[in-house]
């Protein structure tokens, strides 16, 4: 025998219910120091992040695994190949996306901090003034890059953050401007 049950649905409960979930919540806070000291802490202490770039072949999205540094103004810098795959989409585009944050072991990967910076990429070659201090400070905090720095086929790229979306952990969101993060 099936028993089917019946429950009476408050008219009022329904009605307010939907009156909110027709208003616009904004889920962005407001910037604010604390934002802005996550945000620079997650660029500072990155080691790498995720590195997308449209491939100029096919306009598709691509997403590459990258060591990353800062430079003397905190700003993030790779040391890439020219046989990289991003390399040519760079080169060809410097309009890209970082994201930065690693999470721990612990918990749900989607609490923890990232930020996602929306950038514009500028390579900084052997010929360039800035390269050899460059050189010295990524060296000095990627040691493991002394063994192909010197290649040939291998340039530094400067990240310029035109702006950040910064997800501080579940309800945490911000958007910060290039100036937030000077």
């Given at each position: 025998m099936c028993a089917v049950l019946t429950t009476k649905?408050?008219?009022?409960?329904?009605?307010?219910?939907?009156?909110?979930?027709?208003?616009?919540?904004?889920?962005?806070?407001?910037?604010?120091?604390?934002?802005?000291?996550?945000?620079?802490?997650?660029?500072?202490?990155a080691a790498f992040g995720a590195l997308g770039v449209i491939a100029p072949e096919t306009g598709a999205p691509v997403v590459s695994r990258i060591a990353v540094a800062t430079n003397f103004d905190g700003v993030p810098v790779s040391l890439i190949s020219d046989l990289a795959n991003h390399s040519g989409a760079?080169?060809?585009g410097p309009v890209c996306s970082l994201l930065l944050g690693e999470p721990t072991n612990r918990g749900d990967p989607l609490t923890h901090p990232r930020i996602s910076l929306h950038c514009r990429a500028e390579f900084v070659t052997r010929d360039d003034d800035g390269y050899g201090p460059l050189r010295e400070r990524y060296a000095m905090l990627r040691p493991k890059s002394k063994l192909y720095i010197g290649f040939a086929d291998f340039n530094f790229v400067v990240f310029r953050t035109v702006r950040a979306s910064l997800n501080g952990g579940f309800g945490k969101a911000y958007e910060l401007t290039a100036d937030d993060l000077r």
């Open positions: 649905v408050n008219p009022r409960a329904v009605s307010a219910y939907s009156q909110r979930m027709a208003q616009k919540i904004n889920p962005i806070r407001p910037t604010d120091d604390d934002a802005i000291a996550l945000a620079r802490s997650l660029i500072d202490d760079l080169k060809a």
